[in-house]
């Protein structure tokens, strides 16, 4: 038995560098470049969403765009309250990094495991 699913990796994975993606642009768009806690809070509000959706052990494929949306928005909205509503685009990110989180980890966990192992110099399985 697997200790941590294939696409829970992918999932913690896709959270991870989206979180990147994330506080790249809210330090851009914000200029926040100075508050370190308030990206790092951002970039774990990803990696959760990534855990979050990784612990959906579905397999129905069709809904995982609503079911990736629903997520992100719920884990997504946690954050948003810290902003007191005022993070308007952040929050609507996050339902898209749900959404784009689900549907990698529902149809190209594979993928993402291989790049993985490359990337740790092992062999692929």
Do not use: P
């Not at 979050?52 to 765009?65: E, F, M, N, P």
């Not at 989180?101 to 399985?125: C, M, P, W």
């Amino acid at each position: 038995m697997k200790v941590v699913s294939l696409r829970m990796k992918t999932s913690i994975v896709m959270g991870a560098l989206l979180g990147v993606v994330c506080i790249i642009g809210a330090g851009a768009r914000t200029g926040l470049w100075g508050s370190f806690i308030y990206l790092l809070a951002l970039w774990y509000n990803r990696l959760l969403m990534g855990i979050v959706i990784g612990l959906a052990t579905s397999r129905k494929r069709r809904v995982a765009l609503l079911r990736g949306a629903f997520l992100g928005l719920m884990v997504s909205l946690a954050f948003y309250l810290t902003t007191e509503l005022g993070d308007h685009v952040t929050f609507l990110a996050g339902i898209l990094y749900g959404v784009i989180i689900d549907y990698v980890a529902s149809r190209h966990s594979q993928f993402v495991n291989s790049i993985i192992s490359r990337l740790r110099g092992k062999e692929v399985t």
